[in-house]
């Protein structure tokens, strides 16, 4: 069983920047998808970004142009990087991974990995 560790997340002001990373205990440089979620108190868990093999990136629309994903399969991490955070950003991000099939051009939905990681959280103040 794959272990995603993440790290990264704190709390910040808006407009300030962090950068998470989710580590992995084996090598998945062929897993197919990777991404980010973040899930706010009372909310549903929320996709933020995924990348798949080919690292084709799709976003959803509230973090584009703020966030980028990229993964470093040399070092089996998959990082986001947040710029411009506001405080609706406040969450316990997460990310997770399958192995087969690319993400497609769409935010893959929770249901659709395999392997998820325990969450970081991330606090933006006004």
């Known amino acids: 069983q794959v272990q995603l560790v993440e790290s990264g997340g704190g709390s910040v002001q808006a407009g300030g920047s962090l950068r998470l990373s989710c580590a992995t205990s084996e090598d998945t440089r062929d897993y197919s998808c990777k991404g980010w979620f973040r899930q706010a108190p009372g909310d549903e868990r929320e ?22 994903v990229f993964r470093d399969d040399a070092k ?48 933006v103040s006004s």
């Open 47 to 68: 996709a933020v970004a995924n990348i798949d093999r080919d690292e084709k990136t799709v976003y959803a629309s509230s973090v584009k142009g703020r966030f980028t």
């Open 76 to 123: 089996n991490v998959l990082y986001l990087q947040m710029n411009d955070l506001k405080p609706e950003d406040t969450g316990v991000y997460y990310c997770a991974t399958r192995r087969f099939y690319n993400c497609g051009w769409y935010l893959v939905t929770p249901d659709q990995y395999d392997h998820w990681g325990q969450g970081t959280q991330v606090t």
